[in-house]
């Protein structure tokens, strides 16, 4: 696979953060798309329930219940709204829009200005990652001006409210304010790099480098631009999705989960599957295919998270194994079977320094212990770990003949010859793992929505 880096980024015209403030950062000259509900950011399939089941207080703020005690959460009410939003679209019911400005209002209502901008504070005391880095109250993220702007603009773009035209015009401004250190404060420029800080130091113009809240953050320029088309947000959302693909590889770790920060290395742990989400989104928002490619190496690292499913064993010898933090076999439990057999598998990962996938045991001779995946011998019935891709993604035949395949919910497959020669075009829309083995899903031609092998395809 080339390098997800197409293209050197371009000499940009100085940006001005504040008044007077003159910053340059890496830029790539992004196409930035509008995109159908089914593939914006923050799209749901299901609508969720009208009654919070989470921490909310009397009047059905989504609140965070922290020692005890109910505070509130920029992020965690922004995020609810774009969720209340999500289910109005899928049910028509109003109340989920009536809940949606409840959280917004709660945003605008305990908003601090700094300069021209609408700032959201987080009222509590929070420790970075277990480090010693202790941020006080107030402290403010763009993470969270960043989610609070996209609800605004989609709370403007469903009801016409002008309010909310106000409050997203405002907090746009936030991402115009110059870092001044014990202000608030969360865009900034680190080694050439735009960056909208997550964890922006109170106390210094310093922060975490977050790669997810970085990236969520621009979704907010996104949706400001698909309102606006103000130029300005569409200058930083290239400069931000410039970041987001060129940072990749100090992200990355090779054959493990990706980091969650630059400045700790922190591992991502279940973020590491939100790194190939977001990969992914930024591929359909602009059209480039090297955030694909950083998705599909995220993913060849490391599996999606919470893949569970039953492993099928072959007749045959079998090994599970149990490993310490740093993947040394602290146990192991050989098997020969007679008879083809099923058990339940708690997770599909990589095991620290191992090179292989492995399936966690849950019931059956093996639980408990981890054993290898190996096609055709110990492998997941049916189709895990999925990855669309959202748009359809443009590849060529690498090897003929190719075999299309179906597989139903039990695992059986069917296949067919094609009349695909090497060198043919094809476009995709699914990466998925078929009984232990890696396909691709076809997106059009005579074959569309059957699978094909993984290596008989180069992708771009």
């Known amino acids: 696979m080339t390098d997800p880096k197409l293209a050197a980024s371009q000499p940009r015209p100085a940006f001005f953060l504040g008044s007077s403030t003159e910053v340059n950062f890496d830029h790539h000259d992004f196409e930035i798309r509008e995109l159908l509900d089914g593939i914006r950011p923050y799209h749901l399939k299901t609508a969720v329930p009208l009654?919070?089941?989470?921490?909310?207080?009397?009047?059905?703020?989504?609140?965070?219940?922290?020692?005890?005690?109910?505070?509130?959460?920029?992020?965690?009410?922004?995020?609810?709204?774009?969720h209340l939003i999500e289910a109005h679209r899928l049910t028509k019911n109003g109340e989920y829009l009536n809940r949606a400005r409840k959280q917004a209002q709660r945003l605008v209502d305990r908003r601090v200005l700094q300069g021209d901008g609408w700032f959201y504070p987080y009222p509590f005391r929070h420790r970075l990652h277990r480090t010693n880095d202790v941020y006080p109250a107030?402290?403010?993220?763009?993470?969270?001006?960043?989610?609070?702007?996209?609800?605004?603009?989609r709370l403007f773009t469903v009801t016409g409210e002008?309010?909310?035209?106000?409050?997203?015009?405002?907090?746009?401004?936030?991402?115009?304010?110059?870092?001044?250190?014990?202000?608030?404060?969360?865009?900034?420029?680190?080694?050439?790099?735009?960056?909208?800080?997550?964890?922006?130091?109170?106390?210094?113009?310093?922060?975490?480098?977050?790669?997810?809240?970085?990236?969520?953050?621009?979704?907010?320029?996104?949706?400001?631009?698909?309102?606006?088309?103000?130029?300005?947000?569409?200058?930083?959302?290239?400069?931000?999705?410039?970041?987001?693909?060129?940072?990749?590889?100090?992200?990355a770790n090779p054959q493990w989960r990706s980091k969650y920060c630059l400045r700790h290395s922190h591992d991502a742990g279940t973020y590491h599957s939100t790194h190939i989400g977001q990969q992914i989104q930024c591929f359909a928002i602009t059209g480039d295919t090297a955030f694909a490619r950083i998705a599909d190496l995220f993913y060849t690292d490391f599996p999606p998270h919470g893949i569970t499913g039953k492993v099928m064993f072959q007749p045959g010898d079998h090994t599970g194994y149990r490993f310490d933090?740093?993947?040394a076999v602290t146990a192991s439990k050989p098997i020969r079977l007679l008879q083809p057999r099923e058990a339940a598998s708690k997770g599909r990962v990589r095991v620290k320094d191992q090179r292989d996938i492995w399936y966690e045991i849950g019931d059956g001779d093996l639980a408990g212990y981890h054993v290898k995946e190996v096609p055709g011998h110990s492998y997941q019935l049916g189709e895990a770990a999925p990855l669309g891709y959202r748009i359809p993604r443009l590849a060529s035949i690498a090897l003929a003949p190719v075999e299309a395949y179906t597989i139903d919910a039990a695992g059986a497959m069917t296949s067919v010859v094609t009349n695909y020669r090497v060198g043919d075009r094809v476009s995709l829309d699914r990466r998925a793992v078929l009984n232990g083995t890696e396909h691709l899903r076809l997106a059009n031609g005579p074959h569309v929505g059957r699978w094909v092998r993984y290596s008989a395809m180069n992708r771009t």
């Open 138 to 153: 107030p402290w403010y993220s763009m993470m969270a001006q960043g989610q609070a702007l996209s609800v605004f603009c």
């Open 162 to 251: 002008a309010r909310w035209r106000t409050a997203a015009d405002a907090t746009f401004r936030s991402y115009l304010v110059a870092p001044v250190a014990g202000k608030p404060w969360g865009v900034y420029v680190v080694d050439g790099k735009l960056w909208l800080e997550e964890y922006p130091n109170p106390r210094g113009v310093t922060g975490d480098r977050t790669y997810n809240g970085h990236t969520f953050s621009a979704y907010g320029l996104w949706d400001y631009w698909v309102v606006t088309k103000d130029e300005r947000a569409k200058m930083l959302l290239q400069g931000a999705l410039t970041t987001t693909r060129d940072v990749y590889s100090e992200i």
């Open 51 to 82: 009654v919070d089941p989470g921490p909310h207080d009397s009047s059905g703020v989504r609140m965070a219940l922290l020692g005890g005690k109910l505070h509130d959460h920029p992020v965690a009410q922004a995020q609810y709204g774009l």
């Open 325 to 327: 933090g740093n993947g």
